[in-house]
């Protein structure tokens, strides 16, 4: 059964970072593509960004220069480095597994297994 557990979420200010922080078991964890959504507040859960078992990575565009997921196949963890922060990335973000091995998930959410969520809050 495959866990996801996120950590580092928190409060900051406009133009701050944080890094996020997803330990995943219950598999091989390199076989498989990491991701991570957001969901702001009365709007539908987004991809942000997603990496696959070969490090090839896609962002969405209004992350794009700020933000950077990678992950250490060692420590069976993926990280979301997030700077420059701006209030509208405000959200729940979400950790995700693909759900099959070896093969790239939609980034329209599809065929992901989810964490439970952290929350970032930027403040203006």
């Known amino acids: 059964q495959v866990q996801l557990v996120e950590s580092g979420g928190g409060l900051v200010q406009t133009g701050g970072s944080l890094r996020l922080s997803c330990a995943a078991s219950?598999?091989?964890?390199?076989?498989?593509?990491m991701g991570w959504f957001r969901q702001a507040p009365g709007k539908e859960r987004v991809f942000v960004a997603r990496?696959?078992?070969?490090?090839?990575?896609d962002y969405i565009d209004s992350v794009k220069g700020r933000f950077t997921i990678s992950r250490d196949n060692v420590k069976n963890t993926v990280y979301l480095q997030m700077n420059s922060l701006k209030p509208e990335d405000t959200a729940v973000y979400y950790c995700?597994?693909?759900?099959?091995?070896?093969?790239?998930?939609?980034?329209?959410?599809?065929?992901?297994?989810w964490g439970q969520g952290t929350q970032v809050t930027v403040s203006s």
């Open positions: 990496i696959s078992w070969i490090d090839s990575t």
């Open positions: 995700a597994t693909g759900r099959y091995s070896k093969i790239l998930p939609s980034t329209e959410g599809g065929s992901w297994y």
């Open positions: 219950g598999r091989t964890f390199s076989n498989y593509a």
